[in-house]
């Protein structure tokens, strides 16, 4: 059932973006992400503390990543909503979207987060090759994503194989 629901995601929208429906794809696949990945136990406070899922704004979302994720919990957890302006603000975050209109640099936000255990996510494969973990691609009017297995093992993070069989490309360690 799980994998149905993420597989929906990944094929329902087939004009995503020339629909308006690109964001709210991404919303989608940014929870569903929270599902399929396995932080280190001392990433939270307890086995109920929050999984913050953060924004560093500009935030193209607008309230559609609200309604996405308003009352859900991951693995007991439940899912909290953070925009931030700065990355100086990302403290406590698990999963950080990074807007490629962000403020700062994305070499220094990438280099800020890493070796912390964030799964970083935002679009392109630029991300991927600066060191990101999840880039969102569009193909043939399509949202998919690729995943960088080396960022995500730098940052102690392990990817459900689930998740990474529904991705349109894995770079496994070094291999962009």
């Known amino acids: 059932m799980v994998a149905a629901a993420l597989a929906l995601v990944v094929f329902a929208p087939s004009l995503a973006a020339e629909s308006g429906l690109e964001y709210r794809v991404k919303a989608a696949f940014l929870f569903n992400f929270a ?7 001392n990433s939270f ?6 999984l913050h899922l953060c924004v560093l704004e500009p935030d193209p979302f607008g309230t559609t990543l609200d309604q996405t994720v308003a009352d859900k919990t991951v693995d007991k957890h439940p899912l909290l909503l953070r925009r931030t302006a700065r990355l100086s603000d990302t403290q406590g975050c698990h999963i950080l979207f990074v807007s490629m209109d962000a403020s700062e640099p994305l070499p220094e936000v990438l280099g800020a987060l890493e070796n912390r255990p964030i799964l970083t996510v935002s679009e392109g494969d630029e991300f991927l090759r600066a060191g990101g973990i999840i880039g969102f691609v569009l193909d043939q009017g399509k949202v998919r994503f690729h995943v960088n297995l080396q960022a995500a093992d730098g940052a102690s993070l392990k990817i459900s194989s689930k998740l990474l069989n529904v991705a349109s490309r894995v770079y496994p360690s070094g291999d962009r």
Do not use: G, I, L, Q
């Open 35 to 41: 599902r399929f990945v396995e932080w280190p136990s």
């Open 45 to 50: 406070d307890n086995a109920a503390a929050p």
